[in-house]
């Protein structure tokens, strides 16, 4: 326990240069490939559709076995 500040601070000091460090990297590939990450309407939309056909399909079989509860256990 004596030297717990120091350690605490070699620690925190070599986190932060990391940070740095990937931050710099982050910049250059940023700066080498200004187009990564950007994602097209078309994806987007293909998304946005997939999700809400899911969510209908979920939700009418939801309804179904809600209404016939009673009448789907003897199957």
Not at 24 to 43: H, L, V
Not at 67 to 73: E, I, V, W
Request: glycine share 10%.
């Amino acid at each position: 326990m004596k030297h717990t500040a120091m350690r605490l601070h070699r620690v925190l000091a070599g986190a932060a240069q990391w940070t740095a460090a990937r931050l710099e990297e982050g910049r250059q590939e940023r700066a080498r490939r200004p187009d990564s990450g950007d994602i097209s309407i078309t994806t987007v939309i293909i998304w946005v559709a997939a999700v809400a056909g899911a969510v209908l399909i979920a939700g009418t079989i939801a309804i179904v076995v809600g209404k016939y509860n009673g009448k789907l256990s003897g199957l």
